[in-house]
């Protein structure tokens, strides 16, 4: 691995040698001023010193690995949107999500249904629309919170027997810190005791105006349960959807980000990812947060396999050395050295923020008994 001089730590540490001496020794490394010290023992020292263990080599190749080149705009074509379902509890998204996946899908797809990944694509129109299936808006926190944006649309859903209640408003604000256009969906509306303008109300205290109230905000009536309104709802994404322009570049190496992962008995970490620009394929040497490897198989929303994702696509993905977070960023590395450099200094990172956390203070006391 990695190794750096007493000397070149001590002059990235602002110390002089002497100390970082005094420290190795402190750690039971006897070493001189030219000797090499590998990074875990380097990291440890510059832990000691409450200086983050962030060694410039490690920065420049995270660096490398996940700026993004810019696409040639001739290159960009639409992509599919991505759609997150929000809303209060019990307001009815899992059934929406439910009720339009069903509805949609083909007569040859039927049986290889029950697969769920987290996310899926239907087909309106023969046109594709990802919906994530994040469970409650914690997930799409969690995920802004680590700098992943996946979604494009979000669809509000409100129950037209209840209307606006707190967990909708927390919806409300997470969408527009996101700045991610809101689509609301007026949900059971075959209820007796639907009540869409009482919403349609209620929604005006948080600054959203539907349209036949003069506003912006397209609301749409819709019921899970008997499919009322569904068509309208798709019409309504692909609609904002082109408003909006969404555009990818499949001719290159992807990026995408984990919507979720888990360790598989049989088949070791699986990871659902969506592919957000470029195309993924099998055989791509990947690395995602602090896992790497090259993808072996991947498995659409269908449970069909397949040799390559392209942008918007949500795909499970088959090979990594260790199980993600939702939220980490998938990128494609060509060199597999490089990949294996990578995620191995974020495992040691991590590592190093538990040891930080927990031991603060455990070293100096360690030593103080022996
Ligand atoms: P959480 O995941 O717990 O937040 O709930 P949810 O928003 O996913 O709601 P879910 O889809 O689980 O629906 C809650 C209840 O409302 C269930 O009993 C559904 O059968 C019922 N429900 C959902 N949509 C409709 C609808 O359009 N009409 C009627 N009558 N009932 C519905
Ligand atoms: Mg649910």
Do not use: C
């Amino acid at each position: 691995g990695e190794t750096v001089t007493v000397q070149e730590l001590a002059e990235k540490l602002k110390k002089t040698a002497a100390e970082v001496i005094k420290k190795l020794m402190n750690l039971g490394v006897l070493a001189t001023i030219n000797q090499e010290i590998d990074f875990d023992t380097a990291a440890l020292i510059a832990g000691e010193y409450g200086v983050e263990a962030e060694l410039k080599v490690a920065v420049d190749k995270e660096a490398l690995i996940m700026t993004e080149p810019e696409d040639d705009p001739a290159q960009l074509v639409p992509r599919p949107p991505v759609v997150t379902i929000m809303g209060h509890v019990d307001h009815g998204k899992t059934s929406l999500l439910d009720a339009i996946r069903q509805t949609n899908v083909t007569a040859g797809e039927a049986g290889g249904i029950t697969q769920h990944i987290g996310a899926y694509q239907v087909e309106h129109n023969g046109k594709k629309i990802t919906f994530v299936d994040t469970p409650g808006h914690a997930a799409f926190t969690a995920m802004r919170a680590r700098g992943a944006q996946i979604t494009d649309i979000a669809i509000l859903v409100v129950a037209a027997d209840d209307g606006v209640m707190p967990q909708t408003v927390e919806a409300i604000n997470h969408a527009k810190a996101a700045n991610v256009p809101i689509i609301v969906a007026i949900n059971k509306m075959d209820k007796p005791e639907a009540n869409p303008d009482k919403v349609k109300q209620e929604l005006t205290q948080h600054e959203l105006v539907v349209e036949d109230w003069g506003g912006d905000v397209i609301a749409v009536p819709v019921s899970a349960k008997t499919g009322m309104g569904l068509d309208n709802l798709l019409e309504m994404i692909l609609l904002v959807a082109e408003v909006h322009e969404l555009k990818a570049n499949p001719n290159r190496p992807a990026r995408g980000t984990v919507v979720e992962a888990e360790l598989d008995k049989g088949r070791g970490p699986v990871a659902t990812v969506l592919v957000q620009n470029g195309t993924l394929h099998v055989g791509d040497t990947i690395v995602v947060g602090h896992a790497f490897g090259r993808v072996r198989a991947m498995i659409d929303d269908k449970g069909r396999r397949v040799k390559k994702a392209g942008p918007s696509m949500p795909v499970e993905i088959l090979g990594l050395s260790d199980v993600p977070e939702a939220g980490d960023i998938l990128v494609v590395v060509e060199d597999e050295k490089l990949a294996r450099e990578v995620a191995e200094k974020r495992q040691l990172r991590k590592r190093e923020e538990i040891l930080k956390a927990t031991a603060k203070i455990s070293l100096d006391d360690l030593f103080k008994h022996i």
